[in-house]
């Protein structure tokens, strides 16, 4: 079971990013997909969630109106795609999976690293 994050890079503020996080290894039907970051010298933090088979979406409240997680279910790959960003948004990204019995998120791909320029 793999997940591979990508598309960090440098933005300015107020721009627009998008990170995939591609899915590989098993049937994800039954699992949440989520985003979470490490801002510098800060503890790693959940960003959203989506629900593989329904689409289900959920956000923190620091990027709800701002970003959005989709999934195409084709290319096996989830999305977060990021608008209006702020310095604050500057982080390692990550993706994760879990089941949905599960508490925690047991799965996890390498981060990708977005930076906001102010």
């Known amino acids: 079971v793999q997940l591979q994050a990508s598309g960090g890079g440098l933005v300015q503020a107020g721009g627009s990013l998008r990170l995939s996080c591609a899915l590989s290894?098993?049937?994800?039907?039954?699992?949440?997909l989520g985003w979470f970051r490490r801002p510098p010298g800060k503890e790693r933090e959940f960003v959203g969630s989506i629900r593989w088979s329904v689409g289900m979406t959920s956000y923190a409240d620091s990027v709800k109106e701002r970003f959005t997680i989709s999934r195409d279910k084709t290319r096996r790959t989830v999305y977060l795609q990021m608008n209006s960003l702020k310095a604050e948004d500057t982080a390692v990204y990550y993706c994760a999976a879990r089941f949905f019995t599960e508490n925690s998120y047991t799965i996890w791909g390498q981060g990708t690293q977005v930076t906001v320029s102010s």
């Open positions: 290894g098993r049937n994800f039907s039954g699992y949440f």
